[in-house]
Nanobody, 122 residues
């Protein structure tokens, strides 16, 4: 059984930075792409970033140039470095394991963490 546990969320002022972490257990971590999604109150869950098992990365348009995804296969960790945060980045951030071919599709991810909340004040 795969478990994903996010951490690192919190309250930060606009322009600040946070680093989210996702710890994976169970399964073969290094063989899978891992993604980050977020869900703001009253909105649908949206794609933030994904990193393949070979460390190829993709980002949502709203976070390009500000967020950086990385992974450490030896530690079974995925990270999301978030810089220059904006109030519109406020959301619960989820880590997920990708099994499908379309990294934008929620249904192409099979395991999800419980989420970590990020609040950006203006």
């Amino acid at each position: 059984q795969v478990q994903l546990v996010e951490s690192g969320g919190g309250l930060v002022q606009a322009g600040g930075s946070l680093r989210l972490s996702c710890a994976a257990s169970g399964g073969t971590f290094s063989s899978y792409a891992m993604g980050w999604f977020r869900q703001a109150p009253g909105k649908e869950r949206e794609f933030v970033s994904v990193i393949s098992w070979r460390a190829v990365t993709y980002y949502g348009d709203s976070v390009k140039g500000r967020f950086t995804i990385s992974r450490d296969n030896a530690k079974k960790m995925v990270y999301l470095q978030m810089n220059n945060l904006k109030p519109e980045d406020t959301a619960v951030y989820y880590c997920a394991r990708r099994i499908g071919s379309d990294y934008l599709k929620i249904n192409d991810y099979d395991y999800w963490g419980q989420g970590t909340r990020v609040t950006v004040s203006s």
